[in-house]
């Protein structure tokens, strides 16, 4: 198994400018997640989705959108780029029984400029 | 506002001593306490707890909670380098949402 796969690694953006962030699972959770991580700082929760067709906001979702087409794909939209989202990203899934256990992706840092 | 706090921010010591991290949390809704351990990338699952007084252990890793006092600990006895790591607490709450603390940046010199 591959788990959960992020892409890109890593990724400049100017001002304005949009994109999306992918990520895949091949261990068939229900559950996935994104997050935020800035510098010296814990995880933030972007979205999540408890399953395919259903997303919910985390923390701190202003600014991005997701979709939950698939039991595997869960990718992360950022429009309009602006410095703040300037962070490393980071996507987890979960087994339904299990929402404490998270397998995360490797993340994908991304540069505002 | 939901928060969790770990200290120390940092640590340093030598390869086998014994360390102690602290998380303490208010939390609505509390339903378990996480540790995971973030090397360079990604973090990665150590212990769920959920009642208070009961030790869980892994190998040289053991973790418990206080659910009175709102606080669980992480020791980590006869640290090796590879223990080298920023350890995280977070807390599950009622919705699937975990929230996190900023983590404990261990270091371990040989």
């Known amino acids: 198994n591959a788990g959960v796969t992020q892409t890109p690694k890593f990724r400049i953006l100017k001002i304005g400018q949009s994109m999306t962030l992918q990520c895949a699972q091949d261990?068939?959770?229900?559950?996935m997640y994104w997050y935020r991580q800035d510098p010296g700082m814990g995880l933030k929760l972007i979205y999540y989705?408890?399953?395919?067709?259903?997303?919910d906001k985390g923390e701190v979702p202003n600014g991005y959108n997701v979709s939950r087409s698939t039991t595997e794909d869960f990718p992360l939209r950022l429009e309009l780029a602006a410095p703040s989202q300037t962070s490393v990203y980071f996507c987890?899934?979960?087994?339904?029984?299990?929402?404490?256990?998270?397998?995360f992706g490797p993340g994908t840092r991304l540069t505002v400029t | 506002e939901d928060k969790v706090v770990q200290s120390p921010l940092s640590l340093v010591v030598h390869e086998g001593d014994t360390v102690t991290l602290n998380c303490s949390y208010e939390v609505t809704n509390f339903r378990s306490l996480l540790w995971y351990k973030q090397e360079k990338k990604a973090p990665t699952f150590l212990f769920m707890l959920?009642?208070s007084g009961i030790e869980k252990k892994s190998g040289r890793l053991s973790s418990i909670l206080d659910k009175k006092e709102l606080f669980s600990i992480l020791n980590i006895t006869a640290t090796q380098t590879g223990d080298s790591a920023v350890y995280l607490c977070?807390?599950?709450?009622?919705?699937?949402?975990?929230?996190w603390g900023a983590g404990t940046k261990l270091i371990i010199k040989p």
């Open positions: 977070a807390v599950e709450s009622s919705n699937y949402q975990l929230i």
């Open positions: 989705s408890v399953g395919a067709g259903i997303t």
């Open positions: 987890a899934s979960s087994a339904g029984g299990k929402p404490y256990e998270q397998y």
């Open positions: 959920t009642s």
């Open positions: 261990m068939n959770h229900n559950y």
